[in-house]
């Protein structure tokens, strides 16, 4: 004769996707439970956020003996309202129950909670040793600390460019794990030519931020003497119409092969970021008659020097019939 079965199932051990999710629209977890009379024959679970007994998201659901889910759609608690994906920062929870052949149902199992983290940590500001250094074996940064909310820091990565933060690789990405400075050494760096140390940081859920980049260093260089700016050309003068272009270059005095790089700028604002180009075209269709500042910036291994000049654009006159 079959025995009555009255002890409920063992509380189901439940088991999330680890400490953090960079997802807001999905949560999973699966679970276990076991029943040695009449066995499992229904599992049910629902999502709490903020602590196991926080405010419920997804409303007691059933999945029959599966044991595993994936939920998509969060309900709030009135069970009415569809929320557009998990609160950034908040930590979730899930609850499971077992009902046995004889409709007894567990007492509730809980995962250890999971963190929601969709944002990636803060840029960095990367200093290097300066314009030049004489070694080509070794290069030295440092870097501002990143942040974030949600789940910390989990690491740092560098890499190390030639010519531009985007150029050739000399070293591709290493992680050097929480310390905020490198020193590289066992480099090959061809003499003369500029370096770039990128950084980024990691989170603890996973995510990289975006990468900050030193302003270069060229290696094998000892030169200590910058370049000096004497002038600007165009030169103020009734010759400048709005709605034409001008190329704006400058005269530089340099008594050292150390290669030079320009940075053009108007009214503040750079139009011709760092670069070898010695000039640059400026094209004024759509910018209004008035005053306007030009900035050149020019520098090398030993140093930079920055010139400003002030121009009026004229108002074109009209033709003569």
Same mark, same amino acid.
């Given at each position: 004769?079959?025995?009555?079965?009255?002890?409920?199932?063992?509380?189901?051990?439940?088991?999330?996707?680890?400490?953090?999710?960079?997802?807001?629209?999905?949560?999973?977890?699966?679970?276990?439970?076991?029943?040695?009379?009449?066995?499992?024959?229904?599992?049910?679970?629902?999502?709490?956020?903020?602590?196991?007994?926080? !405010?419920?998201?997804?409303?007691?659901?059933? #999945?029959?003996?599966?044991?595993? *889910?994936?939920?998509? @759609?969060? =309900?709030?608690? $009135?069970?009415?309202?569809?929320?557009?994906?998990l609160t950034n920062g908040v930590t979730c929870f899930w609850e499971v129950k077992a009902r046995n052949g004889e409709g007894l149902w567990s007492a509730s199992g809980f995962s250890d909670g999971i963190t929601v983290d969709v944002t990636p940590?803060?840029?960095?500001?990367?200093?290097?040793?300066?314009?030049?250094?004489?070694?080509?074996?070794?290069?030295?940064?440092?870097?501002?600390?990143?942040?974030?909310?949600q789940s910390g820091i989990g690491r740092y990565l560098y890499q190390i460019t030639r010519d531009s933060p985007s150029g050739a690789l000399a070293v591709d990405w290493t992680p050097i794990g929480l310390s905020t400075a490198v020193t590289r050494?066992?480099?090959?760096?061809? !003499?003369?030519?500029?370096?770039?140390?990128? #950084?980024?940081?990691?989170?603890? *859920?996973?995510?990289? @931020?975006? =990468?900050?980049? $030193?302003?270069?260093?060229?290696?094998?260089?000892?030169?200590?003497?910058?370049?000096?700016?004497?002038?600007?050309?165009?030169?103020?003068?009734?010759?400048?119409?709005?709605?034409?272009?001008?190329?704006?270059?400058?005269?530089?005095?340099?008594?050292?092969?150390?290669?030079?790089?320009?940075?053009?700028?108007?009214?503040?604002?750079?139009?011709?970021?760092?670069?070898?180009?010695?000039?640059?075209?400026?094209?004024?269709?759509?910018?209004?008659?008035?005053?306007?500042?030009?900035?050149?910036?020019?520098?090398?291994?030993?140093?930079?020097?920055?010139?400003?000049?002030?121009?009026?654009?004229?108002?074109?006159?009209?033709?003569?019939?």
């Amino acid at each position: 004769m079959w025995a009555a079965d009255g002890t409920p199932p063992s509380i189901p051990m439940v088991i999330d996707d680890g400490i953090y999710t960079t997802s807001n629209t999905s949560l999973h977890a699966s679970w276990s439970s076991a029943d040695g009379e009449s066995g499992i024959v229904e599992y049910q679970y629902q999502i709490r956020q903020g602590s196991p007994s926080g !405010s419920v998201i997804v409303a007691w659901t059933s #999945v029959g003996t599966t044991t595993e *889910a994936t939920r998509s @759609g969060f =309900v709030s608690g $009135s069970g009415k309202t569809q929320v557009n994906g998990l609160t950034n920062g908040v930590t979730c929870f899930w609850e499971v129950k077992a009902r046995n052949g004889e409709g007894l149902w567990s007492a509730s199992g809980f995962s250890d909670g999971i963190t929601v983290d969709v944002t990636p940590p803060a840029v960095v500001a990367v200093t290097d040793d300066g314009p030049s250094t004489p070694s080509t074996t070794t290069l030295h940064a440092t870097w501002t600390p990143s942040s974030d909310q949600q789940s910390g820091i989990g690491r740092y990565l560098y890499q190390i460019t030639r010519d531009s933060p985007s150029g050739a690789l000399a070293v591709d990405w290493t992680p050097i794990g929480l310390s905020t400075a490198v020193t590289r050494t066992g480099l090959s760096l061809t !003499s003369g030519a500029r370096y770039y140390i990128n #950084v980024k940081a990691e989170n603890g *859920a996973g995510l990289q @931020g975006p =990468v900050g980049s $030193s302003d270069g260093i060229v290696a094998g260089e000892t030169d200590t003497t910058p370049p000096i700016l004497n002038s600007i050309f165009p030169f103020p003068g009734p010759q400048l119409y709005a709605g034409g272009t001008f190329t704006i270059s400058v005269s530089v005095t340099d008594t050292d092969p150390s290669p030079l790089e320009y940075q053009f700028s108007v009214d503040g604002v750079v139009k011709q970021a760092w670069g070898a180009a010695s000039s640059y075209a400026w094209v004024t269709s759509t910018i209004m008659s008035g005053p306007h500042t030009l900035l050149a910036e020019v520098r090398d291994a030993g140093g930079s020097d920055a010139l400003a000049q002030s121009v009026y654009l004229y108002l074109m006159p009209p033709e003569l019939p």
